[in-house]
């Protein structure tokens, strides 16, 4: 019996883990440390938009979100994305792209991921970070992270705005 039991949950993860989306999931993660730092972008269409996210995915129209047309999205949600440490703006290192297929983004059902490394040279005492992508929604989530290195002393005091869009983060040495 308890082999039966262990069985059907199996088979049950899979539809359950999968539910359709109402409304558009965005979330920026930052990842700092005390001279490094990564960001990553989850963005989940919502059911609701199937048209709009094919529309802002599919460039060519021809049903599959292929490599180029990704690449087009992460470069676009990317220069949407203002970041900067100790007030100097910085680049993004290798940026990775990764995406559910078409259908399933359509359906609400799958995920985009965006990730890169921050090119920084200095010790963190700000980092400020605004999000303005609205091809899919307006709203972000964005979260800091810290790393294991920053956890050995104070951590940075976390500044959220109205807009919801943007956080600053201060170092309270």
């Excluded at 949950?9 to 965005?26: E, I, K, R, T």
């Amino acid at each position: 019996m308890k082999w039966l039991c262990l069985v059907a949950a199996a088979g049950l993860s899979g539809p359950l883990a999968a539910h359709p989306h109402s409304s558009v999931d965005q979330q920026v993660h930052l990842a700092v440390g005390t001279d490094h730092a990564e960001v990553t972008i989850r963005i989940i269409p919502a059911a609701t938009e199937g048209d709009l996210t094919r529309e802002v995915l599919d460039l060519d129209q021809d049903g599959e979100l292929d490599s180029a047309e990704a690449r087009v999205f992460q470069d676009t949600v990317l220069a949407a994305l203002e970041i900067s440490w100790n007030t100097q703006p910085i680049t993004l290192v290798d940026p990775q792209i990764s995406a559910a297929p078409l259908e399933r983004l359509e359906a609400g059902q799958g995920q985009i991921e965006i990730t890169a490394t921050l090119s920084v040279t200095a010790a963190m005492e700000t980092v400020h970070l605004t999000m303005t992508y609205d091809g899919l929604g307006a709203n972000w989530l964005i979260q800091p992270y810290y790393f294991e290195d920053l956890r050995e002393g104070p951590l940075p005091r976390i500044l959220r705005f109205e807009d919801s869009n943007r956080i600053e983060l201060r170092s309270t040495n």
